[in-house]
């Protein structure tokens, strides 16, 4: 059963324009999301956040926006450079008071970014 | 600053043969650790954490067991490897929000 759900395998997007990637999930009782970019061979690496308390979280070129009750999130690459092109995986985390949910993370499939010159 | 190192980086082994992989974490104490497996297509999925010395949950039934002799070293074993268990394998910490992750051990069992 497939908690965090990413429909986009790849997505490619021409240099200095918008990608926007979205994920959905299921579990009403996750509270923090996190976007990870991952290249090849290597472990993923955390990109931005959110907190279920927030709609949108900005850092720099990426933006995430939290839309709860549609259980929906998004991410903003805006531009999107070469550098960019990677696999995005969404993840989502449960309340809970305990320091060990912070890392039980349900991860979506990922979606392959291409950005073209 | 922290650093996490996992190796090795990939691995061939037979079916039916022993697996171990390790992880240390530097630059912190009494770090959570995780571990964690991406199939082929799939995204990651959690196998093992552990929250101190000697404590260590299980997050799925399967042929892998983990261990966590010191604070900052992190272990995965199998005893009789099976060809499901071919993917790719993450170690993972943190002390609170973000997870980090190390490099990765990508398994095939032949």
């Known amino acids: 059963d497939q908690q965090v759900k990413q429909n986009s395998p790849s997505l490619s997007v021409q240099e200095g324009r918008i990608s926007i990637l979205n994920c959905d999930y299921t579990n009403s009782m996750f509270d923090y999301f996190l976007w990870y970019k991952k290249y090849p061979a290597e472990g993923p690496t955390f990109l931005i956040s959110i907190s279920s308390i927030k709609d949108k979280n900005e850092d720099g070129r990426f933006t995430v926006f939290l839309n709860k009750s549609a259980k929906h999130l998004s991410l903003h690459i805006v531009p999107s450079q070469p550098g960019d092109s990677a696999v995005y995986f969404c993840a989502a985390s449960e309340l809970g008071p305990a320091t060990d949910s912070w890392g039980k993370l349900q991860f979506g499939a990922g979606t392959q970014v291409v950005v073209t010159p | 600053s922290q650093t996490i190192h996992q190796w090795p980086a990939t691995l061939v082994q037979p079916v039916g043969s022993p697996l171990s992989l390790e992880c240390t974490v530097e630059?912190?104490?009494?770090?959570?650790l995780y571990w964690y497996r991406q199939a082929a297509g799939r995204g990651l999925q959690l196998l093992f954490y552990s929250v101190g010395i000697g404590q260590i949950s299980s997050e799925v039934p399967q042929n892998l067991s983990a261990s966590r002799p010191q604070d900052r070293q992190f272990i995965l074993s199998s005893k009789k490897l099976l060809l499901s268990d071919s993917g790719f394998y993450l170690c993972?910490?943190?002390?609170?929000?973000?997870?980090?992750f190390g490099n990765g051990t990508r398994l095939t069992v032949t």
């Open positions: 993972a910490w943190s002390t609170g929000r973000p997870l980090h």
């Open positions: 630059g912190t104490s009494n770090p959570n």
